[in-house]
Structures are given as C-alpha cells and as structure tokens.
C-alpha cells in the first residue's frame, strides 16, 4: 500500500478483507470496524475515504454499495475489495489478526517485512524509514528518525508478530524474519469492571527518546503550557538540570457502558491504553474475568504464587482458546486432569509448587495434545468420549512404516557365511630313516685313487655319482678337462 494511504487504511483494509470472506460479506458498520480495530471513528472513516478514492492509477482499493431494506429504513453499506490481479501484481497475504492486535504503524512494518521476507530482499533502516512517515503537523509526509523506527521495531519484536536477527543478514545488517502468528497470546480477557488509572509516570529523561511527537511521553501526557521559573533563570538552570517538567493530562479513557465485540477482537483491554505507536504499557492492575476464574479453578491454590506477569499471560492464553472456541468445560477438565498427574508425583510436584507451576500451566497445562482436529483431545473426540480415527490412523501408519523399515534393515544386513567343514584331525607319520650308504673314502685312499686315476675312470665317476662326488673324489685339476661345454659344440677345453 503506498504513501498515498495513512497507517490506519491497513488497517481497516484488511478487516474489510477478512469479514468480506462470509457469505454475506463486509456489512460491518464505521463503529464495528472502529471497535474491532481499536481506533476512532474518525480515523476508520478518514481510512475509508481514501481506500474509496480512486487513486493516479483509477483504481480504488475498496467499493461502497449501499443498501436499503423493503421498508425504506437504510442499512449498513456492503464494502468490498478489489480482486487482486495474480498474474502481474505484487502482493502478500497478512493475518487479519495482524489488524486487531497491532497499531496502524506497527502493522505496516510488520507488512513491508513480510513482503520482502516473501520476494527475498535483504530490508536496511532507511528503506524502513521510508515507510513510516508523518501523519499530521509540519512533517507531515516526512520520514520517521532512525531511533523512532528501531524503537518501533523493537515494540513489533515484543508482541512476538516478528523476530529480529541481529547481525545475521548479508553485510552484517539486520535480518527481519516475519510470523503469520505471535510467538506469545497478543490478546487478553478484558475486565468486567474499570479500573482507575496508575499513579504520573517519573520524570522524563533528559533526551527523549519518542516514537513520534513533540515531546516525551511520559505518562501519555501532553507538553506542559507553562515553564518552572527555576529553569528560565541562567544562574539555576544547572542546578535544575534544564528538563523540561510534564503535567499528567489523563491518560487512561473511561470504558465503554456497553461493548457488543467478543474479547477475540478487542486490541487492548478496558481501561488500557494503546497507542497508534506502541506505546509501553502501563496500564491497569491484573483483573480476570470470571470465566478464566471458572477454568483456573482446579488451581485455585496455586495461584498465590504465581507472578502477575505469568497470571496475565496465563489469562491471555485461556482467552485465546476461548474465543477460539474450545468450551469452559473442555479447558478446566484438561487442566483437572493434567494437575491430578502432576500432584500424583511427589517430586514434580514439590518442584511445580517451589515456584515453577505458573509455567507448567503455561507448556503443560493449557496445550491441547492430539492430531490437527479441533475436536481431538489427547487421542480422544471430546464430544462423543471415543477414540480419534484420525490419530488411531496415524498410529497405524506409524507402525506399519516402523515395520517396514525393520524388515528393509534386515534385509539390507549382511548375512553370515555358513561354517567351514570341520577338518578331519591330522596324523603325524614318522619318516624313514635313510639306508645307510658306503661311507666316503678318506684322505688316503683319495690320495691312491687320484693317483692311479685314467682318463677313463674320471669319465666313468662322472657318469656313475655326477660332478661333485667325482671332484670330490679325483679333485678339481682332474675333473674339468673332462667336462664338456655345451657352448663350445661339446668340445673340451684344451
């Protein structure tokens, strides 16, 4: 949405969207849309003439068809939106509980970030300033500060819509990751009865610090119209600091006599006070309505020690469900039965009551468990008390693929070789001694055959006992001229 829409069209733009989705469609009147969305009347009718506008590019964003019953009485006009064209058009779907729980501004950083989490773009401060700009005064049209927007950024990444990645995008900038829910219950039950407002906030620091205006808010109150004559004096203005001093104008608005919205569509409680920009709260003590009391009942003991802060989220996240619609009776025989198990073990118990059972109620407690089926309990359909087929299914559909994949690993596991024959056992047989041969001639007897050796008798030894017994008999001198060399044709050396 350009520059050319205020903070609120958003807004009013997006409920329109969603209530637009029934089947009778967007017959909400200007009071309704105010109350849904937490804003003036005069804010979603201004929001309204400029979605009805038709802009540079002779589209409006919204038509306004007026109705009349038979009798002539006029009726609520029936708005709707232009059909986006998704070919050629770039856009991104938000939440239509992104436009009750966030201000105007708030929302259209939470949109910008979603958008370029979508198409993939790395966002900076200045592109983000650029967003944000002056509704009314002077500066109307201009750029936020830098500290307004990170302060505005950081109010966004409180309400749990976004989550901020410090240091971890590209270039060492800021990555903006975006959620289609809160992280933590951004509603709550509001009280029954009004209550007065808090005591003047302490006095401001002497650099504000603001998201948008002229002065600190301090107290949600407005510029003082008349200086302390302390500080227009040079010679006490050190002593005095020169802080300029604010008068509490009244922060809180008186609730309503009358409010015809369910809590599901209240942005800030009664006696709450919200503004446009995400302002700290400092609202009200913590009061509960008498249906959370009604659930919290099997605890009732317990409450004592729980902190305000976790009581109040406690009471958030029961009103979530609640307006959700999971019954009174559902939620307090769930948390019934869940405290029955938890004080049956002594030592979980112990450690619930040391400080811990705020929390418990919180992630153990309240949590519905089961399948994605409203009506599934913990496996079971709440209003007919029988087993959930959907979650019987899916455990059948677990098994079958535990099953499957046990049979894949055994198949895929190596089989064992089968054993090797036994070998029959070895016999050692001992081996026969050799026959005693003629024992070798001695020195003398070598000395007489050598002696009386013939060419001849060599020749004989060489054939009979081969070539070292004969050398060995008639020695070396006798025996190689009698050899032959099958190099030399046979022939003997000279």
């Known amino acids: 949405m350009g520059a050319q829409y205020g903070d609120a069209a958003l807004s009013v733009y997006i409920k329109i969207a969603a209530l637009g989705m029934r089947p009778e469609g967007c017959r909400a009147r200007v009071a309704t849309l105010a109350e849904y ?31 009349t019953s038979r009798d002539g009485e006029g009726e609520s006009a029936l708005r709707t939106v232009r059909k986006v064209n998704t070919d050629g058009e770039l856009f991104v779907w938000l939440p239509a509980r992104a436009a009750t729980s966030l201000p105007p501004r708030q929302l259209r950083l939470y949109a910008v970030i979603a958008y370029a989490q979508i198409r993939r773009m790395p966002l900076t401060l200045a592109e983000l300033r650029a967003v944000v ?29 976004i989550t901020i990645h410090r240091r971890q995008g590209p270039r060492g900038r800021h990555a903006y990751e975006a959620h289609q829910r809160p992280l933590h219950p951004v509603l709550d039950d509001t009280a029954e009865k009004p209550t007065p407002a808090p005591a003047p906030a302490a006095t401001a620091p002497a650099t504000p610090d603001i998201h948008d205006g002229s002065a600190p808010r301090t107290a949600e109150g407005s510029p003082a119209t008349e200086e302390d004559r302390t500080t227009d004096r040079p010679s006490t203005s050190e002593s005095c600091g020169g802080i300029r001093r604010r008068r509490d104008a009244g922060s809180y608005r008186a609730a309503p006599v ?26 009200p003590e913590l009061q509960l309505s008498p249906r959370v009391w009604q659930v919290l009942d099997p605890v009732r003991a317990e409450l004592p020690a729980i902190s305000p802060y976790v009581l109040r989220r406690i009471g958030q996240e029961i009103g979530r469900q609640l307006s959700a619609g999971v019954g009174m009776e559902r939620l307090t025989a ?41 009506s ?24 079958r693929l535990a099953a499957v994949a046990a049979e894949q690993l055994l198949a895929a596991a190596p089989r064992p070789e089968p054993p090797a024959p036994v070998r029959p056992p070895t016999t050692w047989l001992p081996m026969p001694r050799p026959e005693p041969g003629p024992e070798p001639p001695g020195p003398t007897e ?12 060599v020749r004989q030894a060489l054939a009979e006992h081969g070539v070292p017994a004969a050398i060995r008999l008639y020695g070396r001198a006798l025996v190689l001229p009698h050899l032959t060399d099958p190099e030399h044709d046979g022939r003997t050396p000279a």
């Open 37 to 67: 969305l937490s804003l003036s009347k005069s804010a979603v009718e201004r929001a309204l003439t400029q979605l009805t506008t038709v802009g540079g590019d002779g589209i409006a964003e919204v038509t306004t068809e007026r109705k």
């Open 133 to 161: 700009r002056h509704q009314y005064g002077d500066s109307a049209g201009e750029p936020l500060g830098e500290r307004q927007v990170m302060r505005l950024l950081d109010d966004l990444e409180s309400t749990g819509w």
């Open 258 to 283: 009358e409010n015809r919205v369910a809590p599901t569509f209240q942005g800030a409680a009664h006696g709450e006070k919200r503004s446009n920009n995400g302002g700290t709260y400092r609202g």
């Open 334 to 374: 769930r948390l019934t039965a869940r405290y029955s198990r938890l004080t049956a073990h002594g030592p979980a118990a112990e450690h619930a009551r040391r400080g811990d059972v705020g929390r418990w109620i919180l992630g153990a407690g309240l949590p519905r468990h089961g399948c994605r089926l409203p």
């Open 376 to 399: 599934c309990e913990s496996g079971t359909t709440w209003s007919t008390g029988e087993r959930c087929h959907l979650c019987a299914n899916i455990t059948a559909e677990a098994e």
């Open 446 to 457: 070598r000395e007489q055959l050598r002696a009386a050796a013939t060419p001849e008798t």
